[in-house]
């Protein structure tokens, strides 16, 4: 039986990261099931000279999302797809939640290394024998497939995630982009507004470039210590007690 959601995320991305929260509001509250599959920035834009097109880190971080996908593509070969929920959530956890400024030592983005790894297998009680597999370029082929594969739904000029709802003949989109969580109460209307566009056959995008920061503290700004969220339905602000 297919699953309800194919999400398709690479691990250091912060907008996927907080769609991934979002869309676990949504599984608990409609009890979908959900695939975590991968999508790797790295690999995405392998074609492209990071130092004349992304900010200095950036190269060495969507590295260490590369690696950390090898990681989680020899966990899920070993072990199947069920510990790949909790493996992302750990990784997110600890890149978005715990964690505030660089991970940048001597221009290798510790994300991509044991240190940062071996806890996350201790703490899901899978073997350290996956940390092996940061260094295993041969696993880049399954990955660059299913890179393919999300492309294959969305077309190529996208990023991180893009979602599949109801596989193989539902529909699939890039994001949605949220730099914040709804509310539970208001987690699952968002979900049924945004899979309602995107089922409309002529529907192809909808845009704006003005963002503000990710809630994270991974971005020094945390949702619940800003005092202030924006009103569902108004647009007005209102103060958080």
Known sequence: MADDIRFYFDPVCPFAWMTSKWVRQVQ?????????????????????????????????????????????TSIRREHGRAPLGPLYQAFGTRIFEQHNGTYLVD??????TEGFLGPILDELGLPRQHIAA???????????AETDEALALTGRDVGTPIIHFE????????GPVISRLPDDEHAAQLWDHVI??????????????????PQLKAFGVDAD???????????SRRTKH
């Open 225 to 235: 210590e800003t005092g202030e969220q924006e009103d569902w339905h108004g647009g």
């Open 167 to 174: 596989p193989p003949e539902g529909v699939a989109f890039f």
């Open 196 to 213: 309602g566009l995107a089922r409309f056959p002529g529907f192809a995008e909808l845009k704006r470039s003005l963002r503000e920061k």
């Open 107 to 112: 221009g290798t983005d510790f994300r991509g």
């Open 134 to 144: 940061l260094d295993d370029e041969s696993l880049d082929t399954e990955i660059q």
């Open 28 to 72: 608990a509250q409609r009890d979908y099931s959900v695939d975590w599959r991968f999508i790797s920035l790295r690999l995405l834009n392998a074609h492209i000279d990071y130092a004349s097109h992304f900010p200095p880190e950036y190269e060495a971080g969507h590295t260490a999302g590369l690696l950390l996908l090898r990681a989680a």
